[in-house]
């Protein structure tokens, strides 16, 4: 580590790092801001597709938390442009609330099929409907393929094992736009002056969130809060660079021991 450029930029996850739905992390807030305070850029990024950008922002600025619409880079936007780049016209297998980060792209005939979390679309009919668009070969494109996730009452299957279905009943492979593939985190990084070999990311998904950075050439900081489970840290090789019990215990090791 010694070799490593001075550290530049922070990319912290979301839903598990700083809340959990509608209750922050203890002492979140007050360590973004002492994070602020370091001479270090702050990216936010998240593979959340239960929401809009608009409404999850709300939701944390409503929780106290200091953070800009710029600073946020979602999933959901980075399947938006790769639906741009395709022109394509997607059947969208995500939440209502997340519909209005695709205003403006065209869904009648759908010739690709996209999934998010999205329970209330993952019925038989549905899943049929992208089974078969599939088979006359449309692409399949993940947001993400995260197996699970946290809430409130506990652990939650995430969409990856939807999308693996449909994988397996298609034979074919989705093309997965969210962590932990390597451009989610370029492009999370994208504007901001800084390598990879200059940024960390904190996150409560060991393979999402610290695999997927440390694949693209960050640091990795496990935290133990959200969606951990013991001994997560063993499941990625290499193994992160730190865990910690949470986002303020992982700020201030920033803060004392990496600028």
Known sequence: MSARRALKAVLVDLNGTLHVEDSAVPGAQEALKRLRSA?????FVTNTTKESKRDLLERLTGLGFDIAEHEIFTSLTA???LLEQQQV?????????ALPDFTGIGTDNPNAVVVGLAPEHFHYEMMNRAFRLILDGAPLIAIHKARYFKKKDGLCLGPG?????????????ATVVGKPEKTFFLEALRGTGCAPEEAVMIGDDCRDDVGGAQ???MRGILVRTGKYRPADENKINPAPYLTCESFPEAVEHILKQML
């Not at 001479?39 to 990216?43: A, G, H, I, L």
């Not at 016209?89 to 609330?97: C, G, H, I, N």
């Open 39 to 43: 001479p270090v850029t702050v990216r």
């Open 215 to 217: 694949q693209a050439g």
């Open 161 to 173: 094992p939807f999308v693996t279905g449909l994988e397996y009943a298609t034979d074919t492979k």
């Open 79 to 81: 399947a938006r442009n």
């Open 89 to 97: 016209r997607p059947l969208l297998l995500v939440d209502d609330k």
